[in-house]
């Protein structure tokens, strides 16, 4: 089973041993009984995701339309602490209710659009973790690892729109013993992607990745971030294959946010990151660009308007890539964009979110545009409607229409469909403790 393979990797067995060697050497080792022990298998807390969606997508470039009816289902139960040990083990399944007129990346079915949820059954997260040190915590083995709220993963994050989320078998620590500060750094050996252990081209990553991030928040409604992401893919190159060495890359940035009150019940939002990209380890030297994004907005009570200005810059051989991302939350929901064209891409957009009778609303508009040549790509609506109550329960309605200009023709030169409509809808209910 590859998940044994991974978790017995010489990098595992390196990440368990530094945390005991730690644990031991920073404390008197306390006396435990047996009943700690049972206390802490019996103490835990259990966890449970369910999730159905309908989706169907219609896709200029197919015959047909698709229509999935999926279900993911998560269970999993994180212990209690024993000499300051945990852990945590989650299990995954994803199914198809039903037929399966769409194509899912393994089955083949190719006249269809693409719904990228394979069925599978997996080990979604399996962690050991130790918080022996004051405000730090360490983690060895399948695990998820963000470090902004969710969906906003742009570089590192689960994909969680997807039924089958990324998860990494990494070790990772996280660090908040200076004022207001957050220190993480993860090595990555192995990225377990939405696509499945069954898909030739596009399945799991093996990695020599190194993340680092700091976060100060001891400023008044304003937040700074830098980060360093050094991901180096181990695939060997291969023709069609999806992120192999050759697309290993660097990337350095910096990002300033906040919400500041200038009134009662009034707030402006604004938001400036930048960062540059280039090779790392066997990456091509050509694998250089840079990133932008400026964001300017308010809210009054449960209203809200901004605008953003997006840059992934391309020079025509190559376009900034976010290759952990969770790719589905920009660029628009169509996922159009979801890997980076040779020719960059400029993305404007507006969004107006409401709640209203405890609904939560959002409309947003995109201009889309190319970097390099500057000529369009076309533009997006998307719409979104979700209602949680009990607190556990989710049911929503979400929509996207993608409509290509004439200009984006230019998208051979990309390798793409830019020039090809394509309009998607689910609808979903989610239950989770």
């Known amino acids: 089973m590859k998940l044994l393979k991974n978790l017995y990797s010489y990098s595992f067995i390196q990440a368990l041993m530094f945390i005991v060697a730690t644990a031991s050497f920073i404390s008197p080792t306390p006396v435990y009984g047996e009943d700690s022990l049972w206390q802490a298998l019996i ?8 999730r159905y969606r309908f989706e169907h997508v219609d896709d200029e470039t197919k015959n047909k339309d698709a229509n999935a009816n999926t279900l993911r289902t998560a269970l999993g ?12 083990l989650e299990l995954e399944d994803v199914r198809h209710l039903g037929g399966d007129d769409f194509l899912d990346g393994v089955n083949g079915k190719t006249q269809f659009p693409a719904v990228i949820d394979p069925e599978d059954t997996e080990i979604n997260q399996a962690y050991l973790s130790y918080q022996g040190l004051d405000k730090t915590v360490f ?6 690892i963000t470090y902004r709220k969710a969906p906003l993963h742009r570089f590192i994050g689960t994909v969680l729109w997807r039924q089958n989320w990324q998860t990494f078998d990494a070790f990772s620590v996280a660090n908040q013993s200076l004022p207001e500060t957050t220190l993480s750094y ?7 992607r939405i696509f499945g252990e069954d898909n030739p081209l596009r399945g799991d990553i093996e990695m020599n990745t190194h993340l680092f991030n700091a976060q100060y928040r001891g400023l008044a409604n304003t937040k700074l971030e830098a980060y360093g992401y050094l991901i180096g893919n ?11 060495e050759l697309d290993s890359t660097k990337t350095f940035g910096a990002r300033i946010y906040g919400t500041p009150s200038v009134m009662e019940d009034v707030r402006v939002l604004y938001q400036a990151e930048y960062a540059n990209q280039s090779d790392f380890a066997d990456g091509l030297e050509t694998n250089d660009a840079d990133y932008l994004h400026l964001q300017l907005g308010g809210s ?17 051989t190559y376009g900034f890539q976010t290759q952990l991302a969770t790719g589905h939350a920009f660029q628009g929901w169509a996922d159009k964009f979801v890997k980076t064209p040779r020719d960059g891409i400029r993305d ?24 390099h040549l500057d000529y369009d ?25 993608y409509m290509a200009d004439n200009n984006a023709q230019n998208t051979l030169r990309n390798g793409g469909s830019l020039d090809k409509d394509i309009s998607k809808f689910w609808a979903f209910v989610q239950l989770q403790f």
């Open 377 to 401: 790509y076309g533009s997006e609506i998307d719409l979104l409607a979700t209602y949680t109550f009990r607190k556990h329960y989710t049911v929503g309605l979400k929509y996207a229409d």
């Open 300 to 316: 009054y009570k449960m209203l809200t308007a901004k605008v953003d200005y997006e840059r992934l810059s391309g020079d025509g």
């Open 43 to 50: 103490g835990g807390k259990p966890t449970l995701y369910l």
């Open 77 to 88: 139960y994180r212990t209690g602490l024993f000499y300051d040990f945990g852990a945590y």
């Open 234 to 244: 181990q695939n060997e190159d291969k023709p069609g294959v999806d992120f192999d």
């Open 139 to 144: 983690r060895a083995g399948r695990q998820i």
């Open 186 to 192: 993860a090595f990555i050996w192995n990225s377990n």
């Open 348 to 371: 404007l957009y507006f969004t107006v979110s409401a709640t209203v009778f405890g609904a939560k609303l959002m409309a947003v508009y995109h201009e889309f545009w190319s970097d």
